[in-house]
């Protein structure tokens, strides 16, 4: 009875189908098992790849465990030469600081004194001057009384009205810059070195 149930309903004309759908379903059938194919040969070709992977790792780690552990070390000295260098720059910028400070202060005392040095060579100078020319008066005085006792005449003063002829005055000896001025200059010895 169920045979007949099932050979009904094939022939049932609502059911029937054409070649298109048929071919459509066996290409999904097919489609499906070769994805189902595939799926296991990636699988297994992974688990292949995963177990070459590991034993390349591992002979990799073995063998490059002394060259990391080299680089580490290498990598670590690196550093402590870098901190050195550091350090050392610090303090030689902190020398060349406290130079740079003292010799702006030693230029700044420097210039202190420069500047009490010109003061005190223009008080110098001003007393120089003065007296220079309280010795020059002091000069001229002496020649001028020294006239007037010997009997003559200072320079630039007018005869008397009763006087009618000159009289030569008295010569005097000449004073230190005049003297100096009527010496010729004399002839110098020539020093030991000059041939």
Request: hydrophobic share 45%; no cysteine; charged share 25%.
């Amino acid at each position: 009875m169920r045979n007949a149930q099932l050979i009904a309903l094939f022939q049932d004309p609502s059911l029937t189908r054409d070649g298109l759908s048929i071919a459509a379903d066996v290409s999904m059938i097919v489609v499906g098992v070769s994805i189902l194919i595939l799926a296991v040969a990636l699988s297994w070709f992974l688990r292949k790849a995963n177990r070459t992977l590991d034993s390349v790792r591992t002979g990799v780690s073995q063998s490059l465990g002394p060259v990391s552990d080299r680089a580490r070390s290498i990598s670590d000295n690196v550093e402590f030469i870098t901190q050195a260098l550091r350090t050392d720059v610090e303090r030689l910028n902190g020398s060349v600081r406290a130079l740079t400070n003292r010799l702006h202060q030693a230029s700044d005392r420097m210039e202190e004194r420069i500047e009490e040095f010109n003061a005190l060579m223009e008080v110098v100078q001003e007393e120089a001057e003065d007296i220079f020319i309280d010795t020059a008066a002091a000069v001229r005085g002496v020649r001028e009384s020294a006239l007037v006792l010997g009997g003559a005449r200072p320079s630039g003063t007018p005869k008397p009205a009763g006087e009618g002829v000159d009289t030569p005055a008295p010569a005097l000896a000449p004073t230190a810059p005049e003297a100096l001025l009527a010496e010729e200059p004399s002839q110098e010895a020539p020093l030991a070195g000059d041939s």
